[in-house]
């Protein structure tokens, strides 16, 4: 009996970006854990990569090409070959760009795998795209409005190492559930603890990470700029601005300090919902608490005011002097300090005319680009590694789209999901642990390189090689398509960046992972800034020059706050993400439906149930204008009057026929274009 460990990394959609560690028998995967010798996963998965190995063994696992036998919806195939999968493919796309032209091709990565060859991170087949001139495509729905609001402020995206949480004596956990969605970093939390560290945690709900903390403020949702001004009129009040920061290492500080005058602790109260005496208390404690830190993810960027507050969130450790100090700072992400080349991974240089876009179309936006695009309209839709129809904003619409019989639709997926069901042809493609990959975390600090453990089973086959079989049965030859996993890796590690110095794909296949050749300690902004001032700018020239306020500071949320959407649908709905799903990843295992319910829960204020005659257990549903979706009511204090809380992850079909997307309207953020997913009205009723 042989026995191997492999050593690889969780692909998923996850700050945590987890080494792991394949046991493989007799060639089979047997085993599965986090790899111990990794400084940040430390030998922990979470509870749902725990079922990794189960998952991926499931009976309904994609093992062939399919072609739909039936309407587009319905979800019935049949077995074809590859050969007759790759000539549909080529024949439908060439009479498309022939006709139409190359822009009414769409191809659609998602967050299925993030890895910078068979994923989202260097979007794996682009170089075919670009040869055909596809449209571009804005993989906005995750994190942009964060990132661009960030790179106003402090010029990147990049914050403070998640690590050096562990430094801090104030933790402020801002609109981030770790126990949930990123788990490793409470280790860092505890050891602060252990030395006397506070920790808060600011969320409209009380999820299990708050439920840890030492403190919970619940503002309404998309009130969080206004929170943060008014924590900071408190620390101005008191005299503890860090004058000499100021003076060094920011720009526009005496417009910002009259930013913060307009939102005195009443004021910033009643926006957000919080009563003032807890605002001045909070602000006193970050007066007097050095170093700082604030942790931020992506649901306090979705809504539509959702740029500017992670903007101005950004300033807070501007105006206390804590991007200067160990342990202080705000870390929403650390993908600004990985500094691999795209580009070389792209080659948009292929495209017809050089590198330039006419026409890039919105991830989050899908249900507008296939009904409403035009010149030329889309015609056809690549899939890659995403499940659109479950994950994205107005699924009616979306669903709309998809169902078009004018529409060429290919999805290369591992499950029959929600998207499936739409596609003309369905290409079955490798799980982590069969193919080769590298990866970051944007919750760390560290490249891994994923080594394939483990022989595909059935007819599935890495997205790298499904675009090179495609390339060549399209009859285009450009070397550049054909290049190996191994040497698309090599590009992404050439970029010639100082934090990539000796980090090389040999030495990431023999270590697994290698930390980022970061300064020890790393405080990244102690020096400056990589805005164009060189500081942290509360004012920001590039903000002017996109007509916007040039000045740091809260735009609110579109239908949170809206009075008529408020009277029309009194209930502000949050749908978070999932203890046992990653986005809708894993919504098919059996045993995590199980655990998860087997469907939406609403959670619902006592009074707000009361006032409609519901109790818990009660099947609802949850609608507004843009459609409905029906969840079983748990009612509880854990959310805020006015809030109810669902997540996010539940496959429509397995619910009803919808879930909560059915009611998130297509809406851009101010800044970035990203999607709105906590930015929306609904009433919960009865169903009869």
């Known amino acids: 009996m042989k026995e191997l460990k492999v050593l690889g990394a969780c692909p998923l959609d996850c700050p945590d970006g987890c080494s792991w560690v394949v046991t493989v028998r007799d060639g089979a995967a047997v085993g599965l854990r986090g790899n111990p010798d990794h400084p940040y996963t430390r030998g922990a998965l979470c509870t749902k990569v725990n079922r990794w190995l189960e998952h991926a063994a499931q009976p309904d696992r994609i093992l062939y090409p399919l072609r739909r036998a039936g309407r587009k919806g319905e979800g019935r195939f049949e077995r074809i070959t590859w050969d007759e999968a790759l ?96 788990h490793h970093i409470w280790r860092f939390v505890q050891a602060a603890r252990r030395e006397g560290a506070h920790v808060v945690a600011i969320d409209p709900v009380l999820t299990r990470t708050a439920a840890q903390a030492d403190e919970h403020l619940a503002p309404l949702p998309g009130t969080d700029a206004a929170l943060a001004l008014g924590l900071l009129n408190v620390v101005v009040g008191r005299g503890a601005q860090d004058e000499d920061f100021l003076e060094r290492r920011t720009l526009g500080w005496p417009e910002f300090r009259a930013r913060i005058a307009e939102f005195p602790p009443a004021r910033a109260a009643e926006i957000c919902g919080v009563p003032e005496e807890r605002i001045v208390a909070l602000g006193e404690r970050i007066a007097r608490t050095r170093p700082t830190a604030i942790r931020a993810t992506q649901g306090l960027q979705r809504h539509a005011g959702g740029g500017s507050a992670l903007r101005t969130l950004a300033c807070v450790p501007g105006v206390t002097g804590d991007w200067g100090r160990l342990g202080g700072g705000l870390v929403f992400s650390t993908s600004g300090h990985i500094k691999l080349n795209r580009r070389a991974l792209y080659r948009d240089d292929l495209r017809p005319g050089g590198p330039g876009f006419r026409r890039v179309l919105s991830m989050s936006r899908l249900g507008e680009g296939l009904l409403e695009v035009d010149d ?176 740091a500071g809260h735009a609110p949320p579109a239908e949170v706050t809206d009075p008529g959407r408020a009277a029309a649908y009194p209930i502000a709905l949050i749908s978070a993400a999932s203890h046992h799903f990653l986005n809708t990843q894993f919504g098919s295992n059996a045993e995590l439906r199980r655990r998860s319910g087997n469907g939406p829960a609403l959670r619902m204020h006592p009074d707000d149930a009361a006032a409609r005659g519901l109790e818990s257990g009660r099947r609802v549903r949850v609608r507004n204008d843009r459609g409905a979706f029906e969840a079983v009511l748990e009612v509880t204090d854990r959310v805020r009057p006015g809030v109810a809380a669902t997540t996010k992850g539940h496959w429509a079909k397995f619910s009803g026929g919808a879930n909560a997307n059915a009611v998130v309207d297509e809406r851009d953020t101010d800044l970035g274009g990203g999607p709105t997913f906590h930015d929306t009205r609904v009433e919960v009723e009865p169903v009869a």
């Open 376 to 551: 030329p309209p889309v015609k056809a839709l690549f899939v890659i590694a995403a499940n659109p129809a479950g994950s994205t904003p107005h699924q009616n619409k979306v669903r709309a789209g998809l169902a078009r019989e004018d529409l060429f639709t290919v999805v290369l997926e591992r499950f029959p999901t929600d998207t499936t069901d739409y596609a003309d042809i369905v290409l079955p493609a490798t799980m982590q642990h069969e193919h080769a990959d590298l990866h970051e975390g944007y919750g760390h600090l560290y490249l891994a390189w994923n080594e394939p453990a483990v022989a595909p089973p059935g007819e599935c086959l890495p997205t790298t090689e499904t675009f090179r079989r495609l390339a060549r049965r399209m009859g285009l030859d450009d070397p550049a398509l054909q290049e190996s996993d191994e040497r698309l890796a090599e590009q992404a590690l050439s970029s010639g960046h100082p934090y990539l110095e000796g980090i090389t794909l040999d030495r990431l296949r023999e270590e697994g992972f290698v930390r980022l050749a970061v300064p020890d300690p790393f405080v990244p902004y102690a020096e400056g800034f990589p805005t164009p001032s060189g500081r942290l700018e509360f004012v920001s020239g590039r903000a002017a020059g996109a007509g916007l306020d040039p000045v």
């Open 87 to 182: 000539d549909e493919i080529a024949a439908r796309l060439g009479r498309i760009v022939g006709e139409h032209g190359g822009e009414a091709v769409w191809p659609y990565w998602g967050t299925g795998t993030l890895g910078y060859v068979q994923g989202l991170e260097g979007q794996a087949g682009r170089r075919l795209f670009n040869l055909i001139g596809a449209s571009g495509h804005d993989a906005n729905i995750c994190s942009a409005a964060g990132i661009t609001g960030l790179t106003y402020t402090i010029g990147s995206a990049g914050g403070m190492d998640p690590e050096d949480l562990a430094h801090a004596r104030l933790i402020i956990l801002w609109g981030t559930n770790p126990l949930t969605s990123g």
